[in-house]
C-alpha cells in the first residue's frame, strides 16, 4: 500500500476547505467498501490523501419533508434496509440494498459512496433514477443540484468537479398507486455483483390503464438512464404479459443501440428483456 | 417444474453421480507411515505421525484410535504437529490416506505399548493377562468386570519396572501392481464407493441454476469419528457445487484472469442447499477398525451430479464447467475480450460496459 496522508473532517464546510487545498489526489472515504480496496493497489493514480468523512454526523441519516424523501450521503444500505420511510416510500431501493454485498459490506458501504463510485453495477443508482432522484454537491464555493439521471457520464466518471462533496439525496415519494420493483441478476446468491438489473415503477389509474411507467436497466448502458422507448409502449395500455416482453425486447434494442454488438451481447441481448418484463411483472 | 411438466421458466431437474474409487496411493508409488505412541507415567499420551493434518481432522481421527486401542478418555492424548526430524517421513497428505494410513500406524504403536501395560498389568494383579482389559482409563478384568488399577496407577507402575510406553507404529499399504503399457493390474488395495443426487432449478431465461436439494451418500468403511466425516462430506459438496457452477479460472497470453475471489467466485452459505448425508459403514479388513477413506471422494461427484441435473431439467448438456450463466442458456462460454471496466476507468474514452466490479478491485 502506498502511504497516504489521513484527515478527519468535523464538518462539511472543513471538509470542503480540505477537497480545495489537496486537490486531484484526495480521496473521499465514506464506508471505505470501495476506496481502501482501491489504496492496496500498486497504480500510480492511487489516492495520496484521505478525506474520512464519517466523522461529519450531519451527513448520516433518512428524513421525510411533506413529499421527499432525503436521504444522507453517510447513510448505509443497512440503515436504508431497515428504514421504514424507505420501505413505504420507495420500496424498491430498499430490495435493491437487499442485495449488495453482504451484512459486512452492507454495514459498511453508504449509498453515497455507492453514487460517486459510479461502477455500472452500483444497485442503488437505477432505483434513485427512477425515482427522479436529485443530489447536492458542495464545495467551498457553493453549492448546486444535479438530477441523478444527468450525473454520470460515463462508467466510474460524473460531472462532479473536483472539491464537491455529495451531502444530500432526494427525492419525491412515490404515490401510494403506485408498484415498483428491482430485479437483480447476479453469478451467485450473495455477495454477488450485479450482472444485469432493472429497477421499475408503474402507476396505473382505475380502469388499469397505465399513467406512468418508468424503466431505469443497470449494468447494461453505459449511463444509467430512463428508457424512454420502452416506457411510451406501457402508458395508456392496460398491462398484459406480451405489452411487457415487447417493453423488455425495446431495452434490449436501445441498450445495443448504445453498446453495439460486443462480447457479452449475445448473453445480454435476450436476458436484459427478460429482467425487464420479470421487473414488469412483479410491479403489477 | 421438471422438464416434461410444463414450460415454465424455471425448470426443475434432478442428477446423479457415482463413483468407486481407489483408496490411498495403491501402485501410484510408495506408500507407508509411522505414527508413535508415547505413554507418559501421569497417564497423559502423546501422539505423533508423519502424516500431516491441514484441517482435515486427520490428528483426532489418529488420537481417536489410540484412545480406543488403550481404552482412554480422549482428554489424555496430545498431538504433537508433524515434524519429520522426530517422526518417520509418511508421505503426503493426499490420496484420502490420512485415516487409513495414519490410524493403521496409531492402532499398531498403541496397540504395542497397549501389550506392554497389560503385561504389567498382570504382574501387578495377579490376574493372567488374557483376562485383562483396558476400558474407561482402568485396567479392568473381563472376568470379574472389577476395576484393577487406574490406568495413571498402571502407567506409574510400568515406569517403575523400566518398561517401555513408547510404540512406534509403522504401516506398509498391502501390495499392489499396475503395468502402464498394458493399463492393468491391482492398483489399489481396496475401494472407496460413493453417490451424490443433486436437485437444481434451471431459470432458463437467464441460465442461473440453484442447487435446491443434495443428498450425498459415502461408503467409508467405518467411520471414526462421524461429525468429521459428516463435515468432509458437506465440505466436499460445497467445493464441488463451486467447481460445477462458479468456479472458473481463465488464462489469458500466459496470465491468469481471475486472481481474487472478486472474480474467482465460490459458494457463499446462500448457494449450498441443505445436504443430506448418509454414511455407508462397509468394514474394510485392510483399515483401522476397517475405515478407509473419505477426503477426496465427497468432493468429485457434486459438479457431475449437478451438471447431470441440468441436462435433466433443460435437456441440454453441458460439457465445460463450469455450468455458469452463459454456458447454461447459450451453451457455450462467452470471453470477455480486454479488460474489466474497473480496471480500465482511467481510460475511459471507447469504453461501454463490459461487466462491472466495485472500482479498485483487481481482475
Redesign the interface.
Given at each position: 500500500m502506498k502511504p497516504f496522508e489521513y484527515y478527519s473532517p468535523q464538518s462539511v464546510a472543513e471538509a470542503c476547505a480540505l477537497l480545495a487545498q489537496l486537490g486531484s489526489g484526495a480521496k473521499i472515504l465514506a464506508g471505505g467498501?470501495?476506496?481502501l480496496?482501491?489504496?492496496?493497489?500498486s497504480a500510480d493514480?492511487v489516492a495520496s490523501s484521505i478525506i474520512d468523512i464519517t466523522g461529519i454526523s450531519s451527513l448520516k441519516g433518512i428524513e421525510e419533508s411533506s413529499n421527499t424523501i432525503v436521504i444522507k450521503p453517510l447513510t448505509t444500505h443497512t440503515e436504508i434496509l431497515r428504514s421504514a420511510l424507505v420501505g413505504t416510500y420507495a420500496p424498491l431501493l430498499k430490495t435493491a440494498v437487499a442485495g449488495i454485498g453482504?451484512p459486512q459490506i452492507r454495514n459498511r458501504g453508504t449509498i453515497g459512496g455507492n453514487i460517486m463510485?459510479?461502477?455500472?453495477?452500483a444497485d442503488t443508482v437505477p432505483p434513485l433514477i427512477a425515482l427522479g432522484a436529485r443530489i447536492r454537491l458542495q464545495s467551498s464555493t457553493g453549492d448546486r443540484t444535479v438530477a441523478l439521471s444527468e450525473f454520470f457520464t460515463?462508467?466510474?466518471?460524473t460531472v462532479a468537479q473536483r472539491g464537491e462533496l455529495l451531502v444530500e439525496i432526494r427525492f419525491p415519494k412515490l404515490p401510494s398507486d403506485a408498484r415498483s420493483s428491482f430485479m437483480k441478476?447476479g453469478?451467485?446468491?450473495?455477495?454477488?455483483?450485479?450482472?444485469l438489473s432493472v429497477a421499475a415503477i408503474l402507476t396505473r389509474d382505475q380502469s388499469g390503464v397505465l399513467t406512468d411507467a418508468r424503466i431505469v436497466p443497470g449494468?447494461?448502458?453505459?449511463t444509467w438512464h430512463r428508457v424512454s422507448e420502452a416506457e411510451n409502449l406501457l402508458i395508456g395500455h392496460k398491462p398484459t404479459r406480451e405489452l411487457f416482453v415487447e417493453a423488455g425486447k425495446k431495452v434490449s434494442d436501445i441498450m445495443i443501440s448504445?453498446?453495439?454488438r460486443?462480447?457479452?451481447t449475445?448473453?445480454k441481448e435476450?436476458?436484459i428483456a427478460?429482467?425487464v418484463r420479470r421487473a414488469l411483472e412483479e410491479c403489477h | 417444474m421438471y422438464r416434461g411438466a410444463s414450460d415454465g421458466e424455471k425448470k426443475r431437474g434432478v442428477g446423479l453421480a457415482c463413483s468407486y474409487r481407489g483408496v490411498s496411493l495403491g501402485a501410484e508409488g510408495a506408500d507407508a507411515a509411522e505414527t508413535i505412541v508415547s505413554v507418559q507415567t501421569d497417564g497423559s499420551v502423546i501422539v505423533s505421525s508423519g502424516v500431516t493434518d491441514m484441517g482435515q481432522g486427520a490428528q483426532t481421527q489418529m488420537s481417536q484410535i489410540a484412545a480406543e486401542v488403550l481404552g482412554i478418555s480422549m482428554d489424555r492424548i496430545q498431538f504433537l504437529n508433524t515434524n519429520t526430524s522426530r517422526v518417520a517421513d509418511s508421505g503426503p497428505t493426499v490420496a484420502s490416506r490420512g485415516t487409513i494410513m495414519g490410524g493403521s500406524a496409531a492402532k499398531n504403536a498403541a496397540e504395542k505399548v497397549r501389550a506392554t501395560l497389560l503385561d504389567v498389568g498382570a504382574e501387578m494383579t495377579g490376574v493372567d493377562l488374557n483376562d485383562l482389559d483396558l476400558e474407561d482409563n482402568y485396567l479392568v478384568s473381563t472376568k470379574t468386570h472389577e476395576r484393577m488399577a487406574s490406568f495413571s496407577e498402571l502407567t506409574a507402575a510400568c515406569f517403575n519396572k523400566g518398561r517401555p510406553m513408547i510404540g512406534l507404529g509403522w504401516h506398509n499399504s498391502p501390495p499392489t501392481s499396475w503395468h502402464e503399457e498394458e493399463g492393468h493390474g491391482d492398483a489399489y488395495f481396496t475401494f472407496v464407493y460413493g453417490a451424490n443426487a443433486a436437485e437444481v432449478e434451471v431459470d432458463t431465461?437467464?441460465?442461473?441454476t440453484?442447487v435446491i436439494d443434495f443428498a450425498s451418500v459415502h461408503d467409508v468403511g467405518k467411520a471414526i469419528n462421524r461429525g468429521m466425516v459428516v463435515g468432509q462430506m458437506c465440505g466436499g459438496v460445497a467445493m464441488g457445487l463451486g467447481y460445477g457452477l462458479?468456479e472458473e479460472f481463465e488464462i489469458e497470453d500466459a496470465i491468469p484472469k481471475q486472481l481474487n475471489f472478486?472474480g474467482y467466485?465460490i459458494?457463499?452459505?446462500?448457494?449450498v442447499p441443505r445436504i443430506k448425508t448418509i454414511i455407508v459403514e462397509n468394514e474394510d479388513p485392510m483399515g483401522p477398525f476397517g475405515a478407509k477413506s473419505v477426503g477426496e471422494p465427497t468432493n468429485e461427484l457434486a459438479a457431475p451430479a449437478i451438471v447431470n441435473a441440468i441436462a435433466n431439467a433443460t435437456g441440454r448438456r453441458i460439457y465445460e464447467l463450469p455450468a455458469?450463466?452463459?454456458r447454461v442458456?447459450?451453451g457455450h462460454k462467452?470471453?470477455?475480450?480486454g479488460k474489466r471496466?474497473?480496471e480500465q476507468?482511467?481510460s475511459?474514452d471507447a469504453?461501454?460496459?463490459?461487466?462491472?466490479?466495485?472500482?479498485?478491485?483487481?481482475a
Open positions: 467498501t470501495d476506496v480496496v482501491e489504496l492496496r493497489k493514480d453482504s463510485n459510479a461502477a455500472a453495477c460515463k462508467p466510474y466518471i441478476l453469478r451467485r446468491n450473495a455477495l454477488s455483483i450485479s450482472r449494468a447494461s448502458l453505459p448504445f453498446t453495439g460486443r462480447w457479452s449475445e448473453y435476450p436476458v427478460v429482467l | 431465461e437467464t441460465g442461473k440453484d462458479l472478486d467466485l459458494p457463499t452459505s446462500m448457494d455458469n450463466l452463459e442458456l447459450l462467452l470471453t470477455r475480450q471496466g474497473s476507468k482511467n475511459i469504453m461501454v460496459v463490459d461487466s462491472c466490479k466495485i472500482r479498485g478491485g483487481k
